[in-house]
């Protein structure tokens, strides 16, 4: 993206209507840059008091001290951002430096609790609570059948049918985890929260608003999806906005 269609794309967004007063979630394609732009704009003009990264566990968020918050490379490093598996750590910094004093929360859900979802379900991996968020009933027949067949989609038809059942109960459960460290983060600071995430948890329907609702109905919940190039995006968002697609390789060629 350019500093001049930067600019242009920050300037809509102070432009654009207030957000909610509790949660604000703002989805992503992880490796769009112009998305993290413009979450980053919304998060200055919210000022929020908390963050939640889906890409930082709890321990990582411990790790953003004043010591090291103001400084790009220092806190990349501090993160472990270059073993983490996301892209690169300069679409993220502008979102931590919009808002400085924010307390930074992690819900990323770890490698070995997503594991033992396939084999235990999400309740037991979730921990306590685990009815207050839904997870120990199964979903609807038809929004299973709907959220299987997404699984299967996104990773290239390529899936056996029997992993398609774990994949959504893992998706379930970083739903949940998302939601509970934006309940918490709303209760230890007073709000407002703004959630970093990739567009599939922030969908109304099913993801991240949803257990929110399910668990305090009252939250004031604003959600911001973003696509490419105009292509639709499913799931329910107060606000759609789309960049241009960026070059990627193809996300098939692993599973040919």
């Known amino acids: 993206m350019t500093v001049r269609a930067l600019a242009l794309s920050i300037s809509f967004v102070l432009a654009s209507p207030t957000c909610a007063q509790d949660v604000v979630i703002l989805g992503e394609v992880h490796d769009n840059p112009a998305h993290h732009a413009e979450q980053a704009a919304r998060v200055a003009r919210t000022r929020p008091k908390a963050i939640v990264f889906e890409m930082l566990t709890a321990e990582q968020a411990a790790r953003v001290t004043p010591q090291v918050r103001g400084d790009e490379a220092e806190l990349e490093a501090a993160l472990g951002w270059a073993e983490s598996g996301w892209p690169d750590f300069s679409m993220y ?37 685990a009815a207050r968020y839904g997870l120990d009933r199964d979903l609807p027949p038809q929004e299973q059948t709907a959220r299987e067949t997404l699984q299967k989609e996104a990773h290239c038809n390529a899936l056996p049918a029997e992993m398609l059942p774990g994949m959504v109960a893992i998706q379930r459960l970083r739903d949940a985890v998302l939601a509970r460290a934006a309940i918490e983060a709303l209760e230890a600071t007073g709000g407002p929260v703004a959630v970093i995430t990739g567009n599939g948890h922030a969908r109304r329907d099913w993801g991240v608003p949803a257990y929110l609702t399910m668990v305090a109905p009252d939250l004031d919940i604003w959600v911001l999806g973003q696509t490419e190039d ?27």
């Open 93 to 129: 910094y502008p979102i931590f430096a919009a808002a400085p004093e924010a307390e930074i929360y992690g819900a990323q859900v770890p490698r070995d609790a997503a594991r033992a979802v396939i084999a235990d379900g999400p309740a037991a991996s979730f921990g306590e609570e």
């Open 230 to 256: 105009g292509r639709p995006l499913d799931g329910g968002f107060d606000l759609v906005t789309s960049a241009p697609a960026v070059e990627r390789p193809d996300p098939c060629a692993a599973f040919k």
